[in-house]
């Protein structure tokens, strides 16, 4: 017999109490470890991106920069002053692809704005200072993307 347990809540653990016990000799006990980027995965959100979405990426992930680009820097490099709704895409996109099935639930989103004073500041690779690794997938996956040239 097996039987799995996948994120059970503490109550829903107090409920199996008994029925562990009994059976505490053939239990084991697998930590389900969060979701994680891969290149194959960072790849295939890279190329459901639109446009704007896939540049603002594709220059977070040159391998000269460490996963930062200023919000003027992103402006100039647009043509635009505007940059309200510039990471809802990255939200957007990855949403959708858990949604249908495409990646697993609970990917972080790769890009984030940093705000200073109300203003945004700066865009970067989420989390690029706790998880280095996840600066590295994502160059990977759009620097060496066989199917199309970095926007």
Same mark, same amino acid.
């Given at each position: 017999?097996?039987?799995?347990?996948?994120?059970?809540?503490?109550?829903?653990?107090?409920l199996?109490?008994?029925?562990?016990?009994?059976?505490?000799?053939? @239990?084991?006990?697998?930590? $389900?470890? &969060?979701?994680?980027?891969? #290149?194959?995965? !960072?790849? /295939?959100?890279?190329?459901? +991106?639109?446009?704007?979405?896939?540049? @603002?990426?594709?220059?977070? $992930?040159? &391998?000269?920069?460490?996963? #930062?680009?200023? !919000?003027? /820097?992103?402006?100039?490099? +647009?043509?635009?002053?505007?940059?309200?709704?510039?990471?809802?895409?990255?939200?957007?996109?990855?949403?959708?692809?858990?949604?249908?099935?495409?990646?697993?639930?609970? +990917?972080?989103?790769?890009?984030?704005?940093?705000?200073?004073?109300?203003?945004?500041?700066?865009?970067?690779?989420a989390?690029?200072?706790?998880?280095?690794?996840?600066?590295?997938?994502?160059?990977?996956a759009?620097?060496?993307?066989?199917?199309?040239?970095?926007?």
């Amino acid at each position: 017999m097996e039987i799995r347990i996948i994120d059970p809540t503490p109550e829903d653990l107090e409920l199996l109490a008994p029925f562990l016990a009994r059976h505490r000799d053939a @239990i084991t006990v697998e930590e $389900a470890s &969060p979701p994680h980027w891969t #290149v194959p995965l !960072a790849r /295939d959100y890279y190329r459901q +991106l639109p446009p704007r979405a896939r540049k @603002i990426l594709g220059l977070l $992930a040159d &391998p000269d920069l460490d996963g #930062v680009y200023s !919000a003027a /820097d992103l402006r100039a490099e +647009l043509g635009t002053d505007n940059l309200r709704g510039s990471t809802a895409f990255f939200r957007r996109v990855l949403t959708k692809g858990e949604l249908t099935g495409r990646w697993p639930t609970g +990917l972080p989103v790769p890009v984030e704005s940093v705000k200073r004073g109300g203003a945004v500041h700066q865009f970067q690779i989420a989390f690029h200072h706790d998880h280095p690794d996840l600066l590295q997938v994502f160059q990977e996956a759009v620097n060496n993307d066989p199917e199309q040239a970095r926007n």
